[in-house]
T-cell receptor, first 112, second 117 residues
Framework: DTAVSQTPKYLVTQMGNDKSIKCEQN?????MYWYKQDSKKFLKIMFS???????INETVPNRFSPKSPDKAHLNLHINSLELGDSAVYFC???????????FGPGTRLTVT | AQKITQTQPGMFVQEKEAVTLDCTYD???????LFWYKQPSSGEMIFLIY??????QNATEGRYSLNFQKARKSANLVISASQLGDSAMYFC??????????????FGQGTTLQVKP
């Protein structure tokens, strides 16, 4: 059973389009996160939700909008995609904010 | 502000030997956690080991151990008996544990480990 899953795994799209990435965890965790890994492999937090409540919103363009319909799901919607949005996006989850974070397989987004 | 530094962009180790990956950190939080993750070429992020700042013992998980030196602010990962499958990128990360902590992980730049047969 996959603990943290993301769809799609690969996403190729053109500039200006709107796209979504979905994340689901079956670990029973109450906190979920989105991280971005750039071309130099640097990982940075974007958002975090605890029990469907937004608790972290790092300096991310408002074209990025997370949505958490329930504590097992955290989706990421991106409007008006730009070339610089090309990256790998990881979803993660943890039990409370102190537990180890378990990552999904990542979504490689390529904007052309 | 929190910061993680991994000074070794790349490392080589002979199969079956031990290797140490360096990690130093800086934080003003009195209570924090330190993590190591492995990212193989397939891209997933695999949690390896955790050390709490108030833990008395160094953490161990199978062939992984964390050499935690609080005064030096270092949290080096030691992999014993290296295997070819250990070839990957390794990330050190930390998070504050005090009240008001948001849970976000701060990552280092990563170290690429290659295990030679």
């Amino acid at each position: 059973d996959t603990a943290v899953s993301q769809t799609p795994k690969y996403l190729v799209t053109q500039m200006g389009n709107d796209k979504s990435i979905k994340c689901e965890q079956n670990l029973g965790h109450d906190t979920m996160y989105w991280y971005k890994q750039d071309s130099k492999k640097f990982l940075k937090i974007m958002f975090s939700y605890n029990n469907k409540e937004l608790i972290i919103n790092e300096t991310v363009p408002n074209r990025f909008s997370p949505k958490s319909p329930d504590k097992a799901h955290l989706n990421l919607h991106i409007n008006s995609l730009e070339l610089g949005d090309s990256a790998v996006y990881f979803c993660a989850s943890s039990q409370a904010r102190s537990g180890a974070q378990y990552f999904g397989p990542g979504t490689r987004l390529t904007v052309t | 502000a929190q910061k993680i530094t991994q000074t070794q962009p790349g490392m080589f180790v002979q199969e079956k030997e031990a290797v140490t990956l360096d990690c130093t950190y800086d934080t003003s939080d009195p209570s924090y956690g330190l993590f190591w993750y492995k990212q193989p070429s397939s891209g997933e992020m695999i949690f390896l080991i955790y050390q709490g700042s108030y833990d008395q013992q160094n953490a161990t998980e199978g062939r992984y151990s964390l050499n935690f030196q609080k005064a030096r602010k270092s949290a080096n990962l030691v992999i014993s008996a290296s295997q070819l499958g250990d070839s990957a990128m390794y990330f050190c990360a930390m998070r504050g544990l005090g009240s008001g902590n948001t849970g976000k992980l701060i990552f280092g730049q990563g170290t690429t480990l290659q295990v030679k047969p």
